[in-house]
């Protein structure tokens, strides 16, 4: 199984930029989709982004979309999340996601069940 480990956060101003990582180890991210997610203090968590096992296909949350950039490096079995034009409301601990899904290469599911493998979030603070 694959274990992952998110880093990356901290505290910026609102309009600044963080790059998050999510390192995999335990297997390589073959056949892996793999998903960010954030949880806000209070509130549930929620899909921020999806990209496809050969990093064909993205998917993002309307809240993000044209702000961030997901990507991936399966040489490296690295994911990233690039945060442009950070808002006070995308302060949250970031989880990085995994599914195994080695024949639906171009899948990008934004649901938390359609994915089984977590890492322990890395928290982002955004300040006025």
């Known amino acids: 199984q694959v274990q992952l480990v998110e880093s990356g956060g901290g505290l910026v101003q609102a309009g600044g930029s963080l790059r998050l990582s999510c390192a995999a180890s335990g297997r390589t991210l073959s056949g892996y989709t793999m998903g960010w997610f954030r949880q806000a203090p209070g509130q549930g968590r929620e899909f921020v982004a999806a990209?496809?096992?050969?990093?064909?296909?993205?998917k993002y949350a309307d809240s993000v979309k044209g702000r961030f950039t997901i990507s991936r490096d399966n040489a490296n079995n690295r994911v990233y999340l690039q945060m442009n034009s950070l808002k006070q409301e995308d302060t949250a601990v970031y989880y990085c996601a995994a599914t195994f899904r080695p024949f639906a290469t171009e899948v990008t599911p934004s649901g938390i069940n359609e994915y089984d493998r977590w890492g322990q979030g890395t928290q982002v603070t955004v300040s006025s």
């Open positions: 990209i496809s096992w050969s990093g064909g296909r993205v």
